[in-house]
């Protein structure tokens, strides 16, 4: 069977029917033309064909018509694979084509046979025409009888119109009743339909609840608030899907309500969601009552207010953050208040004083060639001095970066830092398209000096990397590392309880300048800090 329907559709052996004719172009068009005009005309006449059968609905032996059509349709195609075998030579299908062509000729011819003895002993137009004749006197009879009839119909309804006015008289009367019966039924029907189109399309949740916590009619807004269809909520009480930590304080309020010790209530609560998350929601709980007092069902409002709880929540850390860091800063300034004093006194102070007691050593000598060595050991101790001064005053504010700008301070400042630490530095710039604002350039170095502080005393970095380039109206400053890496989350719930201040100190410098920072580290794969501010703050 494969094989079969394999060689139907390909060519084999065999060639184009296109060599028969030496692919001369005249005798080719001449046969493509001729076998397609054939075509064309034998797919025209089943078309004629069935439209005649389609309007003559009363045509007797119109299946014979639809063989016809068929067997035209089948010469039709033989002569179109006549043109497609010139090029492709599927001879089995042509061959195929030509043996239905043969069946359908075969079959039609033969079914002509028994035919035209039927179609001969249809009647002739003047039988037909004699038949009318004799059709029109008996329905001139007909309309005899049929006048006879109707007078008998005419003095039948004189006495139906008689009963009719008195069954109109008791129509009225019914549809008097029936129009103020239906009137009342619109407007209830009216009513109802106000009252579902507000509670359906109302802009928060509305429910019905049952006396025992069941929920007994939702709308959309409440089942998009708890992610339940409404199916799925009726099946349920408000008791199973309130958090347990504020369910007590809903059904204190929930039966002194039942108790008619208090008409309403609100508060908010925690409910939970079909997926298991906590959706904050303000409720509003009023009771609906019998004519006789006794609970019929509760009208719950309920309100989203999640986003609000974590506005608050937001704002709370904020607050807190921003208190830690004003106490940290005070703290600070006091720390490093003492770290200068502490430097100025046991340092400077002490070479000081050591020059003091050189040059009385020199002032209370008698000799020049004594006077040498304490000399020069002052100038030595002054030189020691002046180094400690300019270190102390570099790591307070480098004039690098007020004289030559950031770049240089930076550049200054890395090569500095990494020597001490003993790891691998590397600074990567852009020209800058924009003069940065002194505010900026600070903010910029102060980060910088935060984050390779914290790269040399904690990561356990072999390499540090900080980039500043400018993207359009955006600089942005990269500082990565290779170390150990660490929770970024913790480290700024440390800092906010009053741990470290430098997470938090450059996170509020960026966000002073209008910029954004984002910090991420893992565990033995390094740091990333990215800082981003628009160029014209």
Not at 465 to 482: A, G
């Amino acid at each position: 069977m494969l094989e079969f329907w394999t060689n139907l559709f390909t060519a084999g052996p065999f060639i184009p029917h296109g060599h028969c004719y030496l692919w001369k172009p005249e005798l080719v068009w001449l046969h493509i033309i001729s076998d397609a005009l054939i075509a064309l005309a034998y797919y025209s006449i089943p078309i004629m064909l069935l439209y005649f059968i389609r309007e003559r609905h009363d045509l007797p032996f119109n299946w014979i018509f639809m063989l016809f059509s068929i067997f035209i349709v089948a010469c039709g195609t033989t002569h179109v694979m006549e043109v497609w075998t010139l090029w492709h030579p599927t001879y089995w299908l042509s061959g195929l084509l030509k043996a239905i062509t043969a069946f359908v000729s075969v079959y039609t011819a033969l079914s002509l046979i028994p035919l035209v003895p039927k179609a001969i002993a249809l009647p002739s137009p003047a039988l037909l025409e004699d038949n009318n004749r004799q059709l029109k006197h008996q329905i001139t009879e007909r309309q005899r009888a049929e006048d006879a009839l109707q007078l008998a119909n005419q003095q039948l309804e004189t006495r139906v119109k008689q009963r009719t006015l008195e069954l109109a008289r008791i129509n009225e009367e019914l549809k008097t009743e029936i129009v103020e019966r239906q009137r009342v039924e619109l407007d209830l029907r009216a009513s109802e339909e106000r009252f579902r189109a507000t509670f359906n399309s109302a802009a928060v949740g509305m429910a019905h609840v049952d006396t025992d916590g069941r929920w007994l009619l939702v709308n959309q807004k409440l089942c998009d608030i708890l992610g339940y269809t409404p199916s799925e909520l009726q099946s349920q009480t408000f008791q199973a899907i309130t958090y347990p930590d504020d369910l007590d304080a809903d059904l204190k309020y929930f039966q002194q309500v039942l108790a008619a010790e208090i008409p309403t209530y609100s508060l908010e609560k925690r409910y939970f969601r079909k997926d298991g998350s906590l959706v904050w929601i303000h409720v509003t709980v009023s009771l609906v009552r019998e004519p006789d007092g006794e609970p019929k069902y509760f009208i719950a409002v309920i309100k989203d207010i999640s986003s609000r709880k974590r506005a608050e929540e937001i704002q709370l850390k904020t607050q807190e953050r921003l208190q830690t860091l004003s106490s940290k800063l005070l703290e600070a300034q006091e720390t490093e208040r003492r770290h200068l004093a502490r430097e100025l006194h046991d340092e400077i102070g002490q070479v000081l004083t050591a020059v003091k007691i050189n040059l009385q050593a020199l002032q209370q000598s008698s000799s020049v060639s004594n006077m040498t060595s304490p000399l020069q050991e002052s100038i030595n101790i002054v030189e020691v001095a002046l180094q400690q001064v300019r270190s102390l005053s570099l790591d307070l504010r480098p004039s690098l970066l007020d004289d030559l700008g950031l770049e240089a301070a930076l550049r200054w400042y890395i090569a500095r830092q990494t020597q001490r630490a003993g790891i691998i530095g590397e600074f990567v710039r852009e020209p800058l398209e924009t003069k940065l604002s002194s505010n900026l350039e600070t903010t910029c170095f102060r980060i910088v000096q935060e984050a390779l502080t914290n790269v040399i005393r904690h990561a356990e970095a072999q390499r540090v990397t900080i980039e500043l380039k400018q993207r359009e109206t955006q600089l942005h400053l990269v500082i990565r590392d290779d170390g150990v890496g660490f929770d970024v989350d913790a480290a700024r719930e440390r800092a906010t309880s009053g741990g470290s201040l430098g997470l938090l100190g450059m996170e509020e410098r960026v966000v002073l300048v209008g910029g954004q920072i984002k910090i991420e580290s893992m565990h033995q794969q390094g740091t990333e800090i990215h800082a981003s501010f628009p160029v014209f703050c």
